[in-house]
Structure formats: structure tokens, C-alpha cells
């Protein structure tokens, strides 16, 4: 297992769940989430990024942006700066701008994808060892992928563009990074072939809705809930820490969309 910079991070930043998250964006509706059931599940996911040692700054809750919690759709944060995004759901557009000073005191380097036309969110990233893809999605679009491509071109990684499945949120929705070179996916995104260069965990058969964990330092933080997927996950060496997302889960959310993850370059 590798210790580089795209699974180690010194700090997180996370958005507390507002009154209004009842209003949140979802697909489906299955539900109304339970404010304070969410907030005991944020609480756990805070604990256990704090455990790995990380410094985590945790922001008031925005009630005026009910999806908000999902701070990770607001920038992409690499070691060299970070880009503030232009999400493409019209009611999170301003959670953009609600996110830039928090990483203005902690990057010297803040870059904005500003063209009216360009949409993006952070969900639609992946960032691995060696890349950055990028999944087309309803919330993504070529501007987007475009305008970031020009912005991170000095930063070392190259962009490849990539797909989001159809019906599926954010690319990210369907997979993770494990370490450098491997991944967690769904079956129905790695067949694309987008993964074709590297180790890929299958979601278990019935546990899609796995994929989207976040390596964090020395643990892989997953959705509670599916023994199948993690049983693959500590087989491939890790450890894992599985932490409640039921109410997120109401919203199309998971773990890797209630933070952002990053070592600052001041
Ligand atoms: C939305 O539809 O935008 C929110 N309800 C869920 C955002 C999840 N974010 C993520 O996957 N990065």
C-alpha cells in the first residue's frame, strides 16, 4: 500500500447539516432525512477522519443551501492550489463562493472555473496517483472539464475525460481511490473501461451503493451496510471504518461528498 499524496492528507474541511437539508436534491425521493440522525452519522465520520490525525475544519451549517452538508461538489483541492468549481445544479451554485475564503486562508493559490457556460462538481472528480478524471455527467459538462484542464495544466497531473454513468449522480458516486493505483468500483462503471489502467475492487453483487468511500490516510471509510464490498476491501489489505449514511444516502450522498480532503501548499 502506497503512502503518496493522492490518499494522504494533513486536513479535511466538512459543512455541519443544515434545518434545510429535509429540502435537499435527490433522484428519488425514499424519505425524508432525519436531521438528527444525520448529525449523529456527521459526528462519527468527523471522529473518525480526526482519528487518522488529521486537522478537520468544521464550517457552520448554511441553511439558505439545503445540499450544503456535500461540501466536496464546491472545489478540487490538489498540493499545488485549489480550484473553486461551478456546480451544475442551480441551488448549489453559491456554495461555490460560500467555500473559497475558508481555502484562501489555507492555499496561497485559489483558482475559479468561472465561464458561464462551464459546470462542474467535485463529485465528478477523481484524482489518482498518476491523473485526474474527470465524468461527464448532468452536473458536468465539457465546458467544465475544459476550463479545469487549462486551470491545473501547470499543476503536473493531466485531465482525462471520462463518463459518469447514465442515471448516476457524479462519477465518484460509483467509485473511489484505494491507494495510487487501485480503485473501488461498481462492475457497471469499470466495465467501461475507463479503469483499464489499474487494480480494480468490485462493489459486491446488490452493494453499488458502496463505492463511494474515501481512502483517508491509513483507513478506507466506508458506508455502513455492506459486508460483501467490505469483505473485498480488507481482502485487498486495508482497513476499514464503516460509519452510518442512511439519511445522506435519502440525498444521492456518501462518504466522499462530506469533505474535502487536502494538504494545504501556503
Ligand atoms: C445533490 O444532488 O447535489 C446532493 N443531494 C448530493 C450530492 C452528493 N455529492 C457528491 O456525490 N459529491
Not at 17 to 32: E, F, K, N, Q, W
Not at 78 to 93: E, F, H, T, W
Not at 247 to 261: F, I, N, Q, T, Y
Request: glycine residues 8%; hydrophobic residues 45%.
Amino acid at each position: 500500500m502506497s503512502t503518496d499524496a493522492s490518499t494522504h492528507f494533513t486536513h479535511a474541511i466538512t459543512r455541519r447539516p443544515a434545518p434545510s437539508i429535509t429540502a435537499g436534491l435527490r433522484a428519488v425521493d425514499t424519505g425524508t432525512p432525519d436531521l438528527a440522525l444525520m448529525q449523529a452519522h456527521h459526528a462519527a465520520y468527523i471522529t473518525a477522519l480526526r482519528a487518522t490525525g488529521a486537522t478537520v475544519i468544521e464550517l457552520d451549517a448554511l441553511d439558505a443551501y439545503p445540499d450544503s452538508v456535500f461540501v466536496e461538489d464546491t472545489a478540487l483541492c490538489l498540493p499545488q492550489g485549489a480550484v473553486i468549481m461551478r456546480p451544475g445544479a442551480p441551488s448549489r451554485l453559491g456554495e461555490a463562493a460560500e467555500m473559497a475564503p475558508h481555502l484562501a486562508a489555507l492555499y496561497a493559490d485559489i483558482r475559479r472555473i468561472e465561464g458561464a457556460t462551464s459546470f462542474i462538481e467535485g463529485g465528478d472528480i477523481l484524482v489518482t496517483g498518476s491523473e485526474i478524471l474527470v465524468g461527464r455527467s448532468a452536473r458536468t459538462n465539457a465546458d467544465g472539464i475544459a476550463e479545469l484542464t487549462r486551470l491545473v495544466a501547470s499543476w503536473g497531473k493531466p485531465v482525462r475525460e471520462v463518463h459518469t454513468p447514465p442515471g448516476v449522480l457524479h462519477f465518484k458516486t460509483d467509485c473511489s481511490l484505494l491507494d495510487a493505483t487501485t480503485v473501488l468500483a461498481t462492475p457497471r462503471l469499470a466495465d467501461s473501461g475507463c479503469f483499464d489502467d489499474y487494480f480494480v475492487v468490485h462493489t459486491a453483487p446488490g452493494e453499488d451503493a458502496a463505492a463511494n468511500a474515501i481512502r483517508f490516510n491509513d483507513v478506507v471509510i466506508m458506508a455502513a451496510g455492506f459486508p460483501g464490498t467490505r469483505a473485498a476491501v480488507e481482502r485487498a489489505g486495508y482497513t476499514v471504518v464503516e460509519i452510518g449514511n442512511s439519511e445522506c444516502a435519502k440525498l444521492d450522498g456518501g462518504m466522499s461528498c462530506l469533505s474535502l480532503r487536502f494538504t494545504p501548499a501556503k
